[in-house]
């Protein structure tokens, strides 16, 4: 994407981790799931697929471990990508 001209903030959650209200703006309306990353060993353990969290709940889950959130959130304007999907972001840019 920087290759294209977009200008990018990074941030390693790790270190620099989301706080509620970032979360909430990033989620907004749209569905918790869509939020999730089917790959973290929580949402697996929880069997989230199968009975998904609410969005408060997932919210706290989210908060305490960060990588239960899908990587990377691209935002422009209004518009998110979620997760690497190329065929999206090339059209975001």
């Given at each position: 994407?920087?290759?294209?001209g977009?200008r990018?903030?990074?941030r390693?959650?790790?270190?620099?981790?989301?706080s509620?209200?970032?979360?909430?703006?990033?989620?907004?309306d749209?569905?918790?799931t869509?939020?999730?990353n089917?790959?973290?060993?929580?949402?697996?353990?929880?069997?989230?697929?199968q009975?998904p969290?609410?969005?408060?709940?997932?919210?706290?889950?989210?908060?305490?471990?960060?990588?239960l959130l899908?990587r990377p959130?691209?935002?422009?304007?209004?518009?998110?990508?979620l997760?690497?999907?190329?065929?999206?972001?090339?059209?975001?840019?």
């Amino acid at each position: 994407m920087q290759a294209k001209g977009a200008r990018l903030e990074e941030r390693e959650y790790g270190k620099n981790p989301l706080s509620e209200n970032e979360l909430r703006e990033i989620i907004g309306d749209g569905p918790i799931t869509d939020f999730l990353n089917s790959r973290n060993s929580l949402y697996r353990g929880k069997s989230m697929k199968q009975k998904p969290p609410s969005k408060e709940e997932a919210i706290k889950l989210i908060l305490k471990e960060q990588n239960l959130l899908k990587r990377p959130v691209i935002i422009k304007g209004k518009k998110k990508v979620l997760g690497f999907d190329e065929a999206e972001l090339r059209e975001l840019l």
